[in-house]
């Protein structure tokens, strides 16, 4: 399986809103609804963010949602706050009982 | 609180072997799936392996398919990874996490993490 296409970098302004994208194909991010979201901080482990395209654990704020759409799905910040700055990882399901994870997008809060 | 500690990471010379356990607290171990995943060095996650709650079914990613054998002990509520014939690409942080949110599922969510044992593989 061939990892998931993220943008390598994000960033925006203390605030306002930025999305960041997860491409895969028909066999994976499009065939299921199974895409999760993982923010992860220098040094520590991931934390599940959104999961099942649109669902937030308990204790995730509501400025963090995601949709999907053919092959893509995306993950929006929205008000980004200092804290949101850090490296986040799309995942699928990807058929033949297999997973897989995108590159990973590091978002800066400027 | 939900807590998984991973332990037995260390450094190993290529075609060596390795067992990682990853003990459970805080929640039912005995009712939810596992996994195993790794990220190497400044690179991003890569899944590798997943039990069901019973031990009945695996499943496991190519790259380590034949080498790498998960297992678990529900009576000691712990998770193993038997790693053999280690590379040099094998070197990374093993994560184990719990499927979730619920006890049936697989590959909704990759819902609890641990802290990450490291492995590195170098002669």
């Known amino acids: 399986q061939s990892a998931l296409t993220q943008p390598p970098s994000a960033s925006g302004s203390p605030g306002q809103s930025v999305t960041i994208s997860c491409t895969g194909s028909s066999s994976d991010v499009g065939g299921y609804n199974y895409v999760s979201w993982y923010q992860q901080h220098p040094g520590k482990a991931p934390k599940l963010m959104i999961y099942?395209?649109?669902k937030r654990p308990s204790g995730v704020p509501d400025r963090f949602s995601g949709s999907k759409s053919g092959n893509t799905a995306s993950l929006t910040v929205s008000g980004l706050q200092a804290e949101d700055e850090g490296d986040y990882y799309c995942s699928s399901y990807a058929g033949s009982n297999k997973g897989v994870f995108g590159g990973g997008t590091k978002l800066t809060v400027l | 609180q939900v807590h998984l500690v991973e332990s037995g990471g260390g450094v190993v010379q290529p075609g060596g072997s390795l067992r990682l356990s990853c003990a459970a607290s805080?929640?039912?171990?005995?009712?939810?799936?596992m996994h195993w995943v790794r990220q190497a060095p400044g690179q991003g996650l890569e899944w590798l392996t997943f039990i069901w709650y019973d031990g009945s079914t695996k499943f496991y990613a190519g790259s380590v398919k034949g080498r790498f054998t998960i297992s678990r002990d529900n009576s000691k509520n712990t998770l193993y990874l038997q790693m053999n014939s280690l590379r040099p690409e094998d070197t990374a942080v093993y994560y184990c996490?719990?499927?979730?949110?619920?006890?049936?599922?697989?590959?909704?969510?990759?819902?609890?993490w641990g802290q990450g044992t490291m492995v590195t593989v170098s002669s």
């Open positions: 996490v719990k499927a979730g949110p619920n006890w049936n599922d697989v590959w909704n969510a990759f819902d609890i």
């Open positions: 805080g929640f039912t171990f005995s009712t939810y799936g």
């Open positions: 099942e395209v649109n």
